[in-house]
Each structure stands twice: as structure tokens, then as C-alpha cells.
């Protein structure tokens, strides 16, 4: 299957951007960002287009999409607004305080992956590789020195990919009591330099 990298994402795609994203996400962030059609709802609706690479099969389909983050935005952030929009006033306000709990940071120093998403029935067919160079070229030509995520414990299948291309474990995080509500109990962050000859 010819799969083709481009950097941004169509308009028309947007919804299945946010499914392909809450399939892979969804365990993480189901009991906070839940019930589904809201999931669905707040992730088309500040999905930045601007700031990820999707990957199209030879008809067009999105079958990966790969965000990243910027000091200006993140792929799938959004605002107090956006949840409060979606979730009403008080959904949106306790969502937005436990999500801001979980993830606040914007790396100056190093360039941030925002999720890479593979349909299911594709993975381990090269998709998510090809997604990740993007992205090293992407950090490269923005000047940054190295690239940066942050991959959950439950999710080996990811760690091994980043493994793979050159990523080192440079630290962990417990959640601690948030790990009752969110879908894990501990991260890692993982980084790879962008000037080694491995690239």
C-alpha cells in the first residue's frame, strides 16, 4: 500500500483526524475527555492543520497523522473556551484544570511531539516511521538540536518504535493520584539528538 506524507492536514479531514486521535488516545484521556461524540467533538473542532503531518493512502484516506507543538499552539490543545464550549461550563472548567494538571509544558529547548496516531489495522507496516522522520526533519529545519515526547507505560508498541529510531529515556513521571482518572500511571520522557549521523 503507497502511503504519502504531507505536512499539514486538509479541512475536509478534520473528523478523521479526531477519531484517529481518540482511537489512539482514547485510553489515555477517555475517562476525562469522555463520553466519545464529545471527544470527537472538541478534537475537530481544535485540531490545528498547521502543525502535524498526515499520512494518505492512494485514495486519499488519512490513515496517520503526527502533531507536534510550538511555542504558538499545539496540534490538539485548545483553549478554556473550546472545553467550555463542548463540555458547558462546568465540564469544560474541571476538564481544563486536570488537563493543564497533566500537560503544561512547551519545550523551548527541544522540539515537541503532540501524539502520532496510526489507523489500527496498519500499524507495523512503516506508517509511523515515516510519520516520525517527518517530524526529525521538520525539528531540523526549525534549528532545534534535539526532538522530544513523552510516551505513556502501557504503551510499549510506541516505545519500541522510538527505540527504534534513536530515542533514550531521559526521565519518568508519576501521576500519582491522577492516575485513577487518566488511563496510566507514569510517563517517560524520551529524546533524540538531531545532529548524530544516525539520522
Request: positive net charge; hydrophobic residues 45%; proline residues 3%.
Amino acid at each position: 500500500m503507497g502511503v504519502t506524507i504531507f505536512h499539514g492536514l486538509h479541512a475536509h479531514l478534520r473528523p478523521d483526524a479526531a477519531r484517529l486521535y481518540w482511537e489512539a488516545f482514547g485510553g489515555k484521556l477517555g475517562r476525562v475527555m469522555g463520553p466519545e461524540d464529545r471527544a470527537l467533538a472538541f478534537f475537530s473542532r481544535v485540531i490545528r492543520t498547521d502543525l502535524c503531518f498526515a499520512a494518505l493512502d492512494g485514495d486519499g484516506r488519512l490513515v496517520g497523522i503526527a502533531g507536534y507543538k510550538t511555542p504558538a499552539g499545539s496540534f490538539a490543545g485548545g483553549s478554556w473556551a473550546d472545553l467550555t464550549a463542548v463540555y458547558g461550563p462546568f465540564g469544560g472548567r474541571w476538564r481544563g484544570w486536570l488537563l493543564w494538571a497533566l500537560n503544561r509544558e512547551v519545550d523551548n529547548d527541544r522540539f515537541l511531539i503532540d501524539g502520532i496516531s496510526v489507523t489500527r489495522s496498519l500499524r507495523s507496516q512503516g506508517i509511523g516511521s515515516l510519520l516520525l522522520a517527518a517530524l526529525c526533519d521538520e525539528a531540523k529545519g526549525r534549528g532545534y538540536p534535539a526532538i522530544r515526547l513523552d510516551v505513556i507505560d502501557t504503551n510499549w508498541r510506541a516505545r519500541a518504535l522510538y527505540q527504534r529510531h534513536g530515542f533514550i529515556a531521559a526521565g519518568s513521571q508519576r501521576l500519582g493520584l491522577l492516575a485513577h482518572l487518566f488511563g496510566f500511571a507514569s510517563s517517560t520522557t524520551m529524546v533524540r539528538p538531531l545532529s548524530s549521523e544516525a539520522d
